[in-house]
């Protein structure tokens, strides 16, 4: 005798975002007064005049190097750089100057400061630091806060600084942009990348 096998329904298998098809405006079925037209290439002039928009270049950086860098340099800090000089008990000036061989005048932002005296109580040595008179202010005319894009847009307008941050998200913005050095701590002495040899100590 054979065993009947009761038939189970077939499961479909669910479409998930499928969207009904529509047909193109210039498909043969439509009628023509419905139908969108080809349009027409416009031969171009060999006569005419071609124009392209290139970004336009600061004129310090025509040489190889910047040539707006120069002694008395400006360095932008930035607020860990601070906090991992102090770690590494540098003074700021003097390690500076012991890098570049020549007089480094550091300079701080509205935002790096702000962002100093947000840290609080635990930070108090850097803001007493940030506030040496040794060290210029430089104002913020931007909203917020946020100290890297504040460096990051100043060194972008102004290419007469050198930026010092140990911040590897800042540095890789700032390879981006030419001709800005970038000075960073390690073993326990002040280095500096991106800058012409002709400047400053020996790198190592």
Known sequence: MSSKVPK????KARKYATMKRTISLRDQRLKEQDRAKAK???KDDPSAIKER??????SCLFFQYNTQLGPPY?????????NF??????????????CLYAKCIPCITDCVMAEIEKLGQKYRVALRIAKDPRFERLPCAHKGTYADDCLVQRVTQHKCY???????????RIRK???VPIMYIS??????????????????
Not at 87 to 97: G, R, T
Not at 162 to 172: E, N, P, S, W
Request: positive net charge; proline residues 7%; charged residues 30%.
């Open 187 to 204: 073993n326990h002495r002040y280095n500096i990348e991106r800058m012409p040899d002709d400047y400053g100590a020996p790198r190592f």
């Open 40 to 42: 027409k290439k416009k």
């Open 74 to 82: 400006y360095i932008l800090v930035d607020t860990n750089f601070i």
């Open 8 to 11: 189970g329904k077939q499961k």
């Open 85 to 98: 000089s102090i770690k590494a008990k540098l003074d700021l000036v003097q390690s500076m100057m012991d």
């Open 177 to 179: 942009i030419p001709g």
């Open 53 to 58: 928009e290139v970004p336009q270049y600061p």
């Open 162 to 172: 050198i930026v010092a941050t140990v911040d590897r998200d800042l540095k890789r």
